[in-house]
């Protein structure tokens, strides 16, 4: 890990304004090390350099994380993409149509299998909204919080 984390700040060291060495950076240091700091301080970077952040997700299919697919969470400067593995499972929105990003409540987290659950609630009408529901891929709400920060909302 070490070696890639090194190789990849050489390469942004050559060419500061390419996202795609900041993205790979803070995915090396979210999932290669937990280093969840880090990890933010770099995808930022890449969203700041027209780029995304990317996350490894779980995706709900019911509502307890017991159906659920993987797949990645991709957060760019004004829209949010999920692809799961499969490609079955997929959606992407601006900034603008995203109502809401938050943390499961308690209630539904103590029957979760999952830890760290999430939702991304969509408008999808006047007043009607279609809800996302997700768990990071290392099970810590860390890295639900850094989402939720990056989406902004």
Do not use: W
């Given at each position: 890990?070490?070696a890639?984390i090194?190789?990849?700040?050489?390469?942004?060291?050559?060419?500061?304004?390419?996202?795609?060495?900041?993205q790979?950076?803070?995915f090396?240091?979210?999932y290669?090390?937990?280093?969840?700091?880090?990890?933010?301080?770099?995808?930022?970077?890449?969203?700041?350099?027209?780029g995304?952040a990317?996350?490894?997700v779980?995706?709900?299919?019911?509502?307890l994380?017991?159906d659920?697919?993987?797949?990645?969470?991709?957060?760019?400067?004004?829209?949010?993409?999920?692809?799961?593995?499969?490609?079955?499972?997929?959606?992407?929105?601006?900034?603008?149509?995203?109502?809401?990003?938050k943390?499961?409540?308690?209630?539904?987290?103590?029957?979760?299998?999952?830890q760290g659950?999430?939702?991304i609630?969509l408008?999808s009408?006047?007043n009607a909204s279609k809800?996302?529901?997700?768990?990071?891929?290392?099970?810590?709400?860390?890295?639900?919080?850094?989402?939720?920060?990056m989406?902004?909302k």
């Open positions: 890990m070490a890639s090194s190789t990849l700040q050489a390469a942004i060291a050559l060419n500061a304004a390419e996202s795609r060495a900041y790979l950076l803070g090396s240091y979210l290669g090390q937990k280093n969840f700091a880090e990890a933010e301080k770099y995808m930022k970077l890449a969203i700041d350099r027209g995304s990317v996350f490894r779980f995706h709900d299919h019911g509502a994380m017991t659920t697919c993987t797949g990645s969470l991709f957060i760019a400067k004004d829209t949010v993409r999920y692809e799961s593995d499969d490609n079955i499972h997929t959606f992407e929105t601006s900034d603008g149509d995203i109502k809401e990003a943390m499961a409540n308690k209630f539904a987290s103590m029957f979760n299998v999952r659950s999430f939702k609630t408008k009408g006047e809800n996302y529901n997700f768990a990071p891929a290392t099970n810590d709400s860390q890295e639900s919080k850094m989402i939720i920060r989406i902004g």
